[in-house]
């Protein structure tokens, strides 16, 4: 199976701050990758596909990048609606994996 | 609009079978290249993908959870079943369905663009 490392497990931030996720997978995934925000109670929703593909509807202070092994989630002015959890997801290989999360709260 | 929503038993006991149904809309798996899966979050921990089913009838599963998963769909009414055999406290967790975004027949892999909102299900006796 291919693993997941997300960093940091817990982020706590400012409304307005610049925010970097970073999620690494145990062999190279080329572009294979999607980001999801996840809050209690509530369906995952899907922010970035493909490492760096836009959701439709996704506000755009979110970017991701990054291509093999290393990839980035930037929120890049962090708003209330965003505390909450974010994890990342390889889908080349089954089974499908995902990281152990990064939960961004309010400092 | 894609939307899906799971349903099944809030509560089983040790050894009995789940069975849990995802019923969704805005969608169809007389569409070539379409496929519904399942995943699960324990309290307090990471996802994790069980199973997906493709509208071809062929499916994918957690070698980890394979020999206890069974996953299999009707297509006229547009539903999607996972029955998870001898059920263990280790498992109460919140199940999810989700569709995997639509590619052509053996196009690129994808992700879960839709999700349903989750259904809790606790294994105790």
């Known amino acids: 199976d291919i693993q997941m490392t997300q960093s940091p497990s817990t982020l706590s931030a400012y409304v307005g701050d610049r925010v970097t996720i970073t999620c690494r997978a145990s062999?190279?995934?080329?572009?294979?990758l999607a980001w999801y925000q996840h809050k209690p109670g509530k369906a995952p929703k899907v922010l970035i596909y493909?490492?760096?593909s836009l959701e439709s509807g996704v506000p755009s202070r979110f970017s991701g990048s990054g291509s093999g092994t290393e990839f980035t989630l930037t929120i890049s002015s962090l708003q209330p609606d965003d505390f909450a959890t974010y994890y990342c997801?390889?889908?080349?290989?089954?089974?499908?994996?995902f990281g152990p999360g990064t939960k961004v709260d309010i400092k | 609009q894609i939307t899906l929503k799971e349903s099944g038993p809030t509560l089983v006991k040790p050894t009995q079978t789940l069975t849990l149904t995802c019923t969704f809309s805005?969608?169809?798996?007389?569409?070539?290249?379409?496929?519904v899966g399942w995943l699960r979050q324990p309290p307090g921990k990471a996802l994790e993908w069980l199973a997906l089913?493709?509208?071809?009838?062929?499916?994918r599963k957690n070698p980890s959870l394979k020999t206890r998963l069974t996953i299999t769909k009707d297509s006229s009414k547009n539903q999607v079943f996972l029955t998870m055999t001898n059920m263990d406290p280790v498992d109460t967790a919140t199940y999810y369905c989700?569709?995997?975004?639509?590619?052509?027949?053996?196009?690129?892999?994808?992700?879960?663009?839709?999700w349903g909102q989750g259904t809790l299900v606790t294994v105790s006796s």
């Open positions: 062999q190279s995934i080329s572009s294979w």
């Open positions: 989700a569709h995997r975004r639509l590619t052509p027949s053996g196009g690129p892999p994808q992700d879960f663009d839709m």
């Open positions: 805005g969608f169809s798996f007389s569409t070539s290249g379409e496929g």
């Open positions: 493909k490492a760096s």
């Open positions: 089913i493709y509208w071809s009838d062929s499916d």
């Open positions: 997801q390889q889908y080349t290989d089954y089974p499908f994996t």
